[in-house]
């Protein structure tokens, strides 16, 4: 494909809301990537996000043309028949999360997408936290006992409040499956406020995981907490920073005649490369689409993710129901 020295990878953006704007920046500053064009159903949305990085706002079928990789940052309605139409014209493509509106629908993309020898990845932007990978790579020498992960706060726009399981949990079940490598044994969940707050516990073998996720919160918090056998860790999605904690030593002193309880602990702070998750996310799309090799989140990781965050979504809804039903 192209993407040599002397040619640079054509990247575009297809949907230029503000996730796709956000993609289009960094495609934009990336090396060895020249930002093609962007193109959106609002001409004039796309001409302004154009001029502000120095592209080209075109027509759909004009952007197929002109790239070797894009980013498809459209309603979930509409990816199984964008992303299709991508992978038909034999373009690579990342497509933001969820992969598609049902799991059968992102089944087919993946088919399609290894039948033409393309890349699809699916955007769980997450995963390139360096937070993240830094306990990814612990993660495979720990015995894991279980895993809990918040993610809390306020709306930014409280006039479009979405589904918080789809629009927040979803990292997390993402993060979990992937750490353990597994799609749970059994998923129970509820939630209140309208389907605004929601947790779920999903069973792995020999591993639970609790999830919560929020939009009535005032406070933000984003963490993520791994007991195992050897110690605990403790990741700050917002600081980046990931904290160990082994060794812990509980015991009773006496000092002038009183006894008092200590707890002590070793904690150890592991180097964290800190920087944006996005841009760690397009260069390895980018250099997966060079090379042709597998990418960092791939279909079938999105598929997973789909079908927890289905049944976990479901569980929710019918719970929420049952309580204005009674109320």
Do not use: W
């Amino acid at each position: 494909m192209n993407g040599t020295p002397s040619q640079p990878i054509r990247a575009g953006v297809i949907g230029v809301g503000s996730m796709g704007e956000n993609h289009a920046r960094v495609y934009s500053e990336l090396q060895n990537v020249d930002l093609a064009c962007v193109t959106d159903h609002d001409e004039e949305l796309a001409q302004r996000v154009a001029d502000a990085y120095a592209t080209d706002a075109v027509a759909f079928e004009t952007a197929l043309e002109r790239c070797d990789v894009v980013t498809v940052a459209v309603p979930t309605r509409a990816h199984y028949d964008v992303v299709s139409e991508c992978l038909n014209a034999g373009v690579h493509v990342l497509v933001e999360k969820p992969i598609a509106e049902t799991t059968e629908e992102g089944r087919a993309l993946a088919e399609l997408a290894e039948e033409r020898g393309l890349v699809l990845q699916v955007g769980h932007i997450e995963r390139f936290n360096p937070a993240v990978q830094t306990v990814t790579d612990l993660v495979e020498d720990l015995d894991v006992i279980s895993v809990e992960a918040d993610r809390l706060g306020p709306p930014l726009d409280r006039t479009a409040l979405g589904n918080v399981v789809f629009d927040l949990m979803v990292h997390d079940l993402d993060i979990v499956a992937a750490l353990l490598d597994d799609r749970p044994d059994s998923v129970t969940a509820t939630g209140t406020e309208g389907g605004q707050y929601a947790t779920a516990t999903l069973e792995f073998d020999d591993v639970v995981a609790s999830l919560t996720a929020s939009r009535v919160t005032q406070k933000k918090v984003r963490t993520l907490t791994v007991t195992a056998r050897e110690c605990l860790v403790e990741v700050d999605y917002l600081e980046q920073s990931v904290l160990i904690h082994r060794d812990s030593y509980p015991e009773y002193l006496t000092d002038d005649g009183k006894r008092r309880y200590r707890h002590e602990s070793v904690v150890e702070r592991p180097r964290v490369d800190n920087g944006e998750p996005l841009r760690h996310e397009l260069e390895a799309f980018v250099e997966a689409a060079r090379n042709g090799s597998e990418p960092v989140v791939t279909a079938e990781d999105g598929i997973r993710a789909l079908e927890i965050v289905q049944s976990i979504d479901s569980l929710v809804t019918e719970e929420t129901e049952k309580r204005e039903v009674e109320a």
